[in-house]
C-alpha cells in the first residue's frame, strides 16, 4: 500500500522561481491537507481540501497556491519562491474531517536561495 | 483553540513503560484528545484518540483523567523504535475539516 506519496522529496530553488509539489493518495480520502514544518517547530497548516474541486485557506496560506482537480491528487504551487518558503512541507489525507486519522507522507524538503 | 502542554524531553530505558503526560486545562466538552508520534525524517503517524474512557490499541494506552484536563500517552513497552517526538493534539469533534494544530510536542528518546 503506497498511502500517501509526495513527489519530489528534496527540491533546490533560486529566490523568485516557481514550483509544484505534488501529494497523491490511494486510500480514496475526500479530505487532503498541506503542512509546513520549520526547525524544532510543530507542523502548520497551509491549505487544505474536503473533496475534489474545493481548497480552502489555512493557518499559513500567504504565498502558496493549491488545486484539487483529482480526487487522488492534491498539489501546492508556489508562484515566486521567498527564503522565508524554506521548510519541509507535508501532505495528508483523512477519510473525512471530525476525527478522523490524518495519513501522512514522508516530506518534501525545500530549500530556498 | 484549547491547548496542550508537554515535557520539551523524556528519557527511557529499552523495555519499560513510558507514561507521556499532557495538560489541557481550557478543553471544551467536545474537544477530543489525540496523539500523533514523529519518527525521525517521517511524517506525523496517528497513534490512538479519546473523548473521556480510557483507550487501548496495538500501539499504545490513553488514559484521560476524570476532569479531562490532562491525559497521559502510555507505550507499555518501549523499543528504541519508539523514539519519536510525540504530540498532544485538541481536536473539535464538531468540526468538518479539523486541521490538527501541532505544539513542539515531547522528545521522548529510549536507550538500551
Known amino acids: 500500500n503506497a498511502g500517501v506519496t509526495q513527489t519530489p522529496k528534496f527540491r533546490v530553488l533560486k529566490t523568485g522561481q516557481s514550483m509544484t509539489l505534488l501529494c497523491a493518495q490511494d486510500m480514496n480520502h475526500e479530505y487532503m491537507y498541506w503542512y509546513r514544518q520549520d526547525p524544532g517547530m510543530g507542523l502548520r497548516l497551509i491549505h487544505y481540501s474536503v473533496g475534489e474541486g474545493t481548497t480552502a485557506k489555512g493557518e499559513v496560506p500567504d504565498g502558496y497556491n493549491v488545486s484539487r482537480l483529482k480526487k487522488q491528487n492534491f498539489l501546492l504551487g508556489l508562484e515566486s519562491a521567498a527564503p522565508s518558503q524554506t521548510s519541509v512541507y507535508f501532505c495528508?489525507?483523512?477519510?473525512?474531517?471530525?476525527?478522523?486519522?490524518?495519513?501522512f507522507g514522508d516530506g518534501t524538503r525545500l530549500s530556498i536561495l | 483553540d484549547a491547548k496542550t502542554t508537554q515535557p520539551n524531553s523524556m528519557e527511557s530505558n529499552e523495555e519499560e513503560p513510558v507514561h507521556l503526560p499532557c495538560n489541557h486545562s481550557t478543553i471544551s466538552g467536545t474537544d477530543y484528545i489525540h496523539w500523533y508520534r514523529q519518527l525521525p525524517s517521517q511524517g506525523p503517524e496517528y497513534v490512538i484518540h479519546?473523548?473521556?474512557s480510557n483507550v487501548n490499541n496495538r500501539m499504545a494506552s490513553l488514559a484521560i483523567a476524570e476532569d479531562r484536563k490532562s491525559s497521559t500517552l502510555i507505550l507499555h513497552r518501549a523499543t528504541l523504535r519508539d523514539a519519536a517526538v510525540y504530540y498532544c493534539?485538541?481536536?473539535?469533534?464538531?468540526?468538518?475539516?479539523?486541521?490538527?494544530?501541532f505544539g513542539t510536542g515531547t522528545r521522548l528518546q529510549v536507550t538500551l
Open positions: 495528508a489525507s483523512s477519510f473525512t474531517g471530525g476525527n478522523q486519522p490524518q495519513h
Open positions: 479519546g473523548l473521556t
Open positions: 493534539i485538541l481536536r473539535d469533534g464538531t468540526g468538518t475539516a479539523s486541521k490538527l494544530t
